[in-house]
């Protein structure tokens, strides 16, 4: 039982009546309308690997939620957005984002409903429904040769129907779009138990609202997702993965302004990783190889983590093999770097990986004869490619084992990332001098995981000193999103991470907005009551 009512970061939690694991679509309906006739709130589960504590009972387990501990948000940076004090909110109320306490609730997890029910060739679609993995669908799409594209870390145990409930993004967004472009219909229990057969297949249907788009990305609020129409794309036949050194996140932008002209939609991943980023994977994973020394990136516990990002002094410059890790290299600089960053691109192409890798050679041999690549390796072997998105993809693991950090998930304008990143260091280190930053994410999608250690250490716990700079460090980054147009989560979602955050960062006809959504699918606020819509309740009465 703990595994459904704990969190995946062992953050989040809170006690159920039960948990229910129905085997079909009508089974979910009876459970629902046992609930709506018995006033229990109903908190939908799918692979419980999200990040925000949308998918358990509303309540705290491992530490402090952001606004607790009678932390209170400053007044808002939007002149449009209400007050922490213009309106209750989760903060300010000090009752948290907690209704479940006052209420029985059960999970209801989807584990159980994981057919693949159709694939159409044809129309490159299948039916899919929520409980399946995401790896599973992946799986289902290529037997039968064709491509599901989207791609998480944790796409083993996360759920379609979590994908879609949060709108999930991941490392092809680029080029092929998030959960939401990806989907074309749904099948969907509402609150009231009845069963929404969605599932459109059509690519042209404009006859009315677009209710499946309100059940994506509304983290089990509005209704249960039973299934889903996705779309399927053609397999490339070849992909190929670079790792290039960069000086700056300009340089970053500038490549991939290149990549985007030269290789147009055959650019399928384009991901930036700091130094300390890096670092930190060479630290927790040794057996991992990292090329060209980025690793020099990484600070020793302990230490500031400006040391070592600062040169590079490489001895092998220039030269054309990798002898640490087997890479060809494209070509090396000779320069001293200051605070060097990575980006791993991937090309892909439908007709070999010859095309795939022409194509990003010429990439990076232009991007370095222009000066904004310093270095950069290809990978030779299908061993290697899946070495270098290690990299990658090891990145959260890492800082999970380094200790704690205050995770950010933002988006803003692609084109202001970097002015974005000059803006919020600078911010940070006026308020902690020895702030440390990992700083990763989906560059080509504007999306950085901005994870901020406001002391050189990493921290251990949650504790009362850790949700204090949690909260200040949030406002602090936030409202730095806020100036430069972005958006406080990109692909995590709210959940109850940023319930009262979300109150302090959107326009108030937004909320009103939503609020009336909620209220016309879900009068009596029982599915995953406490998530997502700051003070829905109170609001309501
Ligand atoms: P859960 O965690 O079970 O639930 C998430 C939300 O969806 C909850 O609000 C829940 O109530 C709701 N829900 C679940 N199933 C249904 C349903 N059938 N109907 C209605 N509501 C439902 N996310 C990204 O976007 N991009 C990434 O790159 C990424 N990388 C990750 C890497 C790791 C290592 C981990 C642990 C997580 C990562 N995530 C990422 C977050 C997470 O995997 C995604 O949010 C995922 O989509 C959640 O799917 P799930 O099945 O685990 O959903």
Known sequence: MTSFVRDYRQRWGGPALAVALPDSTDDVAAVVRWCAAHGVAIVPQGGNTGLTGASVPAGIVGGAIAGHNGVSAP???NPTAPTASAEPSATDTGAGPQPDRDRPVIVLSLKHL???RSVDLAGSTMVVEAGCTLAAAQAAAAAHGRLFPLSLASEGSCTVGGNLAT?????????????????LGLEVVTASGEVWHGLNRLRKNNTGYDLRDLFIGAEGTLGII???VLKLFPQPAGRVVALAQVDAPEQAL?????????LAAELTAFELMSADALGLVHRHFPELPVP???????????QDPGAGQDTDARQDAGARHDADTGHDRARAGRQPVTRPWFVLLEASSLHSEAAAREGLETVLAAAMEAGTVRDAVLSGSLAQFAALWALRENISAAQS???RNIKHDISVPIGRIAEFMVAAEAQLRAAYPAVRLTVFGHLGDGNLHFNVSPRAQFARQYDEAFAADEARVNHIVHDVVA????AISAEHGIGVLRLAELARYKQPLELQMMRAIKAALDPDDRMNPGKLLPTYCKVMK
């Open 114 to 116: 994981q057919r693949v």
């Open 167 to 183: 709108n999930a993004g991941g490392v092809q967004v680029l080029r092929y779009g998030n959960m939401r472009e990806l989907c």
């Open 401 to 403: 084992r380094e200790g």
């Open 254 to 262: 500038a490549l991939l302004v290149q990549a985007q002209s030269r």
């Open 292 to 302: 060209f020394g980025a690793a020099a990136g990484a600070t020793p516990a302990g």
């Open 226 to 228: 039973t299934a889903a």
């Open 483 to 486: 100036a430069h147009e972005g």
């Open 75 to 77: 007044a808002s940076p």
